[in-house]
């Protein structure tokens, strides 16, 4: 009977040892899977990383007002931007390349992918970059319509100040654009364009010449009903432009240059022809709207001017209106500088705009409204997506 049970007992002893044996087996093999699984999780979180690296880059890269002229040159800004990126061949390192650019008018369609070295893990982000705006939201200087000469100013000390992030000086096409950028570049002035120079899609009036001619009238009507003795209307000859206090509505047909330290003045200032200024430079808060084929600026002075500039000449042809076109071309010369600035300001053109009557085509054409969407905007990304590739 003994023997019997000892015989159960080394039975019941060697399940117990098969079961401690199954459980540590698998104990083993459930390390072994979570220590994959978080090595695996590990390398995707690694991929997407260096995705989003490969984002940054892009994204710096087109917002770099240097590299304007290749917007829609898909291969040469493919190449640009991956020149920059850092591959190991050798190891777990993450490397990042951009994929593709899908170009269309204003925005470019980014697929960035991560991916390691050692194991192929690859990861992938698709984005859309959408370029900052200059709309009937302005930038501190805004050129639109076709340019014949740009000359940047000579000054280190002349500087241009877009608003919230948006471009120093915006304009209607890329040629323009590259004209502008070269010029700046070769003088070592870009540095004092603060937010750079964009090519933008303007909003109403100033996006569309008819529109912006009917804004223009609408101004000159408001001006030439005005009595002589009305503390809001100004003149330019003899120069009475208003002031920060006293701002004032200026109209006026025919070349005009300022001299000496008279460009001085607040409100809406609108020149039907061409502007020259010599002596000190523009003191002038407001939007100052210029039609004529020449904008010059010389002599420098140290002066700040706020608000916006509007350089374009809308023309009818037959039935068809058109920013610079025919005989219209312009040529934009600003020299000199000395210690000047000009900062887009939204409250300075607020302020000017609440200068027209409600009744006026003007004021129901130029909007500008308090949530900041008044200021040329600055680009954004997008629609952003991950996957694998």
């Given at each position: 009977?003994?023997?019997?049970?000892?015989?159960?007992?080394?039975?019941?002893?060697?399940?117990?040892?098969?079961?401690?044996?199954?459980?540590?087996?698998?104990?083993?093999?459930?390390?072994?899977?979570?220590?994959?699984?978080?090595?695996?999780?590990?390398?995707?979180?690694?991929?997407?990383?260096?995705?989003?690296?490969?984002?940054?880059?892009?994204?710096?890269?087109?917002?770099?007002?240097?590299?304007?002229?290749?917007?829609?040159?898909?291969?040469?800004?493919?190449?640009?931007?991956?020149?920059?990126?850092?591959?190991?061949?050798?190891?777990?390192?993450?490397?990042?390349?951009?994929?593709?650019?899908?170009?269309?008018?204003?925005?470019?369609?980014?697929?960035?992918?991560?991916?390691?070295?050692?194991?192929?893990?690859?990861?992938?982000?698709?984005?859309?970059?959408?370029?900052?705006?200059?709309?009937?939201?302005?930038?501190?200087?805004?050129?639109?319509?076709?340019?014949?000469?740009?000359?940047?100013?000579?000054?280190?000390?002349?500087?241009?100040?877009?608003?919230?992030?948006?471009?120093a000086l915006a304009t209607d096409s890329l040629e323009n654009a590259e004209l502008i950028i070269y010029d700046i570049e070769n003088k070592g002035r870009m540095d004092n364009y603060v937010g750079g120079v964009k090519e933008v899609k303007f909003d109403d009036p100033f996006g569309d010449p008819a529109k912006m001619a009917e804004f223009i009238e609408g101004i000159k009507l408001q001006w030439t009903g005005m009595a002589s003795t009305d503390p809001k209307k100004g003149t330019a000859n003899p120069l009475n432009m208003g002031s920060t206090a006293s701002p004032k509505i200026t109209y006026y047909e025919g070349?005009?240059?300022?001299?000496?330290?008279?460009?001085?003045?607040?409100?809406?200032?609108?020149?039907?022809?061409?502007?020259?200024?010599?002596?000190?430079?523009?003191?002038?808060?407001?939007?100052?709207?210029?039609?004529?084929?020449?904008?010059?600026?010389?002599?420098?002075?140290?002066?700040?001017?706020?608000?916006?500039?509007?350089?374009?000449?809308?023309?009818?042809?037959?039935?068809?209106?058109?920013?610079?076109?025919?005989?219209?071309?312009?040529?934009?010369?600003?020299?000199?500088?000395?210690?000047?600035?000009?900062?887009?300001?939204?409250?300075?053109?607020?302020?000017?705009?609440?200068?027209?009557?409600?009744?006026?085509?003007?004021?129901?054409?130029?909007?500008?409204?308090?949530?900041?969407?008044?200021?040329?905007?600055?680009?954004?990304?997008?629609?952003?997506?991950?996957?694998?590739?």
């Amino acid at each position: 009977m003994q023997a019997k049970q000892k015989g159960a007992v080394l039975a019941i002893g060697l399940i117990f040892l098969l079961i401690i044996t199954l459980i540590g087996v698998a104990g083993s093999g459930h390390s072994l899977l979570g220590e994959r699984m978080a090595g695996n999780n590990k390398q995707i979180a690694e991929a997407f990383m260096a995705a989003e690296t490969g984002l940054v880059n892009a994204v710096t890269w087109l917002d770099n007002p240097l590299n304007e002229a290749s917007w829609g040159q898909v291969d040469s800004s493919l190449s640009a931007i991956n020149a920059s990126a850092v591959s190991s061949e050798t190891g777990n390192s993450a490397r990042w390349q951009i994929n593709s650019l899908v170009f269309t008018s204003n925005d470019v369609t980014i697929v960035s992918c991560g991916a390691i070295n050692s194991s192929g893990v690859s990861r992938c982000i698709s984005s859309t970059y959408v370029k900052g705006s200059g709309g009937g939201n302005l930038a501190a200087m805004n050129i639109i319509g076709k340019i014949k000469t740009f000359d940047t100013a000579n000054s280190n000390q002349f500087k241009l100040i877009g608003g919230d992030g948006g471009p120093a000086l915006a304009t209607d096409s890329l040629e323009n654009a590259e004209l502008i950028i070269y010029d700046i570049e070769n003088k070592g002035r870009m540095d004092n364009y603060v937010g750079g120079v964009k090519e933008v899609k303007f909003d109403d009036p100033f996006g569309d010449p008819a529109k912006m001619a009917e804004f223009i009238e609408g101004i000159k009507l408001q001006w030439t009903g005005m009595a002589s003795t009305d503390p809001k209307k100004g003149t330019a000859n003899p120069l009475n432009m208003g002031s920060t206090a006293s701002p004032k509505i200026t109209y006026y047909e025919g070349n005009l240059e300022l001299k000496g330290s008279g460009a001085v003045g607040a409100g809406i200032l609108v020149i039907v022809g061409n502007l020259t200024i010599s002596g000190n430079f523009f003191d002038y808060d407001g939007l100052v709207v210029v039609t004529g084929q020449s904008f010059t600026l010389k002599g420098g002075g140290n002066k700040d001017g706020r608000g916006a500039i509007v350089f374009a000449n809308p023309i009818k042809t037959g039935d068809t209106w058109a920013f610079g076109e025919a005989e219209a071309t312009f040529e934009f010369d600003v020299s000199g500088g000395g210690n000047a600035t000009f900062t887009y300001d939204e409250d300075v053109l607020s302020t000017a705009r609440k200068l027209l009557s409600e009744d006026n085509v003007a004021k129901e054409l130029w909007q500008i409204d308090s949530s900041g969407s008044g200021a040329a905007s600055k680009s954004k990304v997008t629609n952003w997506s991950a996957y694998t590739n």
